[in-house]
């Protein structure tokens, strides 16, 4: 069998490999796919998400979205500068009562080499953005579907008194999220 | 029982490990110049050093603090000498005083990462205390002397 024959051949098995795994192999469907991820899109347009994940350096607070008060800022790695770094006042747990900080042991931003900007993004260039290594962080495949259970992720529906969850339940964003990974990840049209 | 270590010095209090350490410092060990602002961190009177970083210790938990650093105001140094404390003397910069201790502490996590700070890196650094007297620019000139102070005394 001619060398060029046996490397497409080997090639192909390849790539069949990187599409199976333990969510099954890919199975292309651009409608379900665009379909799940308007439901992923509400969800990391919510405040809940998007205060995290702001266009500028200070992170945003509240149901309105506003920036955090005293403006805290992203700093280099994300973690915040100087007296304001996130950990400081944002602990491993939810402080009691509202109006107070809430917490997760890795509270902070994207850093600023890799911002992941939710706010403001339209839903074709969210998706191209979280499906692409370059911007979502280095994740491949598996550890995006993974991500739908990062200890962050997760702590956007456990996110303190008075403050309003996600537009659905964690299970429904999950099935919604890894549906629209394994479908192929298609981004809406650009409109 | 819990161990504190505050102001390089050992204490064991006998406190729930939920009460804030703003309450165990004052209430407990009677160190008075952490002061009560909001409770919510929101102003940062109650601002304390916690392993060199700046914590609200209305809304930190003293088993936070547990077996580790806690600097006070009372603490920043042997005699009142940091260089932000002359400064804060020299421009005389407090008018009710009530904000200054937690102004200082954030000060100095601000020195002590950026001895030449801009205006800028003051506004960056110090946003999150707030005065009700409206201290703000005797604040910034006497962060920009302490800086001058700092780099004389290292030459």
Known sequence: ?191 | MISLNVNKKAHEVAVDPDMPLLWVLRDVLNLTGTKYGCGVAQCGACTVHLNGEAVRSCMTKVSRAAGQEVITIEGLSENNDHALQKAWQEIDVPQCGYCHSGQLMSAAILLRENPNPTDHDIDLAMSGNICRCGTYSRIRKAIHLAAEMQQKNHK
């Open chain 1, 1 to 191: 069998m001619p060398l060029a024959l046996i490397l497409t051949v080997l090639g192909g098995i390849q790539s069949s490999f990187k599409n199976i795994s333990a969510h099954g192999p890919a199975q292309q469907d651009s409608v379900e796919s665009v379909k799940a991820f308007m439901q992923v899109y509400s969800v990391l347009t919510s405040p809940r998400c998007m205060n995290c994940h702001p266009s500028g350096d200070v992170p945003l607070q509240g149901d309105n979205s506003q920036l955090h008060t005293m403006a805290p800022q992203r700093g280099t790695d994300g973690k915040g500068v100087y007296a304001m770094k996130c950990s400081n006042c944002h602990q491993a747990t939810n402080a009691p009562g509202v109006h107070t900080p809430p917490g997760n042991p890795k509270w902070q931003l994207p850093p600023a080499d890799m911002k992941m900007i939710f706010q403001g993004r339209t839903p074709h260039q969210l998706a191209k953005q979280i499906m692409d290594p370059k911007t979502n962080g280095h994740k491949n495949r598996e550890q995006l579907i993974a991500h739908a259970d990062d200890g962050l992720v997760l702590t956007g529906w456990n996110p303190g008194e008075g403050r309003t969850l996600p537009p659905m339940s964690h299970a429904d964003f999950k099935k919604a999220w890894i549906t629209w990974i394994t479908t192929g990840g298609y981004a809406p049209s650009e409109k």
